[in-house]
């Protein structure tokens, strides 16, 4: 029971990061434009992530159900699998670099369960493919390498697409009127991208509380309860049928999450607004429409994607519709070094701590 306890604050902590982590990127755009001070927009961010975290729960069960073998789920695996992501997180949070909360997620999960299972790599559930589409398949390659590549192209291609029409659009108003009327119309689109932030993000977190309480269940944790806890019983659902996430974890998580944001993350809103292109309201507006539609898609799809990732392609392909040189590439170049680092540096992490453990006679 103390565990599991250790797990869901473990989980709670890691979400608290992530509010501060990865709302900075969402955020970014509309701070660096002047449209909102970096406190306005927190506070925003804060209220739209707690409303988008309450929105569906299809990103949790993916990262619950379709990610690795459940029968090496222990509470000790999901614990040294967060600290593998928190410490990824708070690194390049320190050093201001925008990296994938989600991703290192995933990796912490893989990586201590590859170490539990004693290097059996079969423990990840690679591929299973579905009929019909690719998203409904299951498994890394499906549910996080694919749209790991494909999610910042199509924000590139179509954060591209959208500012060359603005730009086709726009080119008889004057500077001035486009500046004042996009930094209203930012406030819709930078409120869009903190809601499709909530509904993606937060249910991260979620998965792994409902990943946890289904593995205690099944091995017994829960047996003497009393009463009043309940509620933490979590049966594994039937073969086939999704994992039901509980209203309070659904409500503790966009809770934290909200609590998160509003501490801010002036770093990584540094980078992304300012060294990597300097942006203009309507610029701004079509970074932020295109990524939110694009986390949109893939929440609905119940694909766990990078809100850091989007945001950035997205005013990559801004930027680039303006002129090439107008992004800063070497920039561009240590983003990308860290997206490709974070799965298999979260992912060791993890690894070595579950090796520690189990060195000690205590791991799993």
């Not at 955020?27 to 992530?49: C, D, E, F, H």
């Not at 493919?129 to 179509?158: D, F, N, Q, R």
């Not at 954060?159 to 009127?177: E, I, K, N, Q, S």
């Amino acid at each position: 029971m103390t565990l599991i306890l250790v797990v869901i604050a473990v989980a709670l902590v890691f979400e608290f990061i992530n509010g501060f982590h990865d709302t900075a990127n969402a955020i970014a755009t509309v701070v660096s434009t002047k449209v909102l001070t970096p406190r306005q927009a927190i506070v925003m961010a804060a209220g739209t992530n707690l409303l988008g975290a309450l929105w569906g729960t299809a990103v949790a069960q993916t990262i619950a159900s379709g990610l690795v073998d459940g029968s090496v789920v222990t509470s000790g695996v999901l614990i040294c699998a967060l600290l593998g992501a928190i410490a990824w997180n708070l690194l390049t949070w320190w050093s201001g670099m925008p990296s994938s909360s989600s991703h290192a997620l995933v990796g912490g999960l893989c990586g201590g369960c590859l170490a539990a299972a004693g290097n059996r790599w079969s423990v990840i559930v690679w591929a299973v493919p579905a009929g019909g589409h690719w998203w409904l398949g299951k498994g890394v390659w499906w549910k996080v390498i694919m749209p790991m590549i494909t999610s910042p192209l199509c924000g590139v291609v179509v954060g591209f697409v959208v500012m060359g029409a603005l730009y086709g659009l726009l080119r008889h108003w004057r500077p001035r009127t486009v500046n004042v009327v996009f930094g209203k119309v930012q406030l819709l689109s930078s409120a869009a991208m903190g809601f499709m932030h909530g509904t993606n993000d937060a249910q991260k977190t979620m998965g792994i509380i409902a990943l946890a309480l289904v593995a205690a269940t099944q091995t017994g944790g829960f047996d003497h309860l009393p009463r009043w806890l309940h509620f933490l019983h979590s049966p594994a659902p039937p073969p086939g049928q999704p994992l039901a996430i509980a209203v309070w974890i659904k409500a503790l998580c966009a809770l934290t999450m909200a609590s998160g944001t509003a501490a801010g993350g002036w770093r990584i809103i540094r980078t992304l607004g300012h060294r990597m292109v300097k942006l203009q309201p309507v610029q701004g507006f079509a970074a932020e429409t295109t990524s939110a539609a694009v986390i949109w898609v893939a929440t609905q799809l119940g694909l766990p994607v990078s809100t850091t990732h989007n945001i950035a392609a997205a005013i990559m392909g801004v930027g680039a519709a303006k002129r090439f040189n107008a992004l800063k590439w070497s920039v561009v170049e240590q983003m990308v070094w860290a997206w490709l680092l974070t799965i298999p540096v979260s992912g060791l992490v993890a690894y070595l701590l579950v090796r520690a453990l189990q060195g000690l006679g205590l791991g799993p």
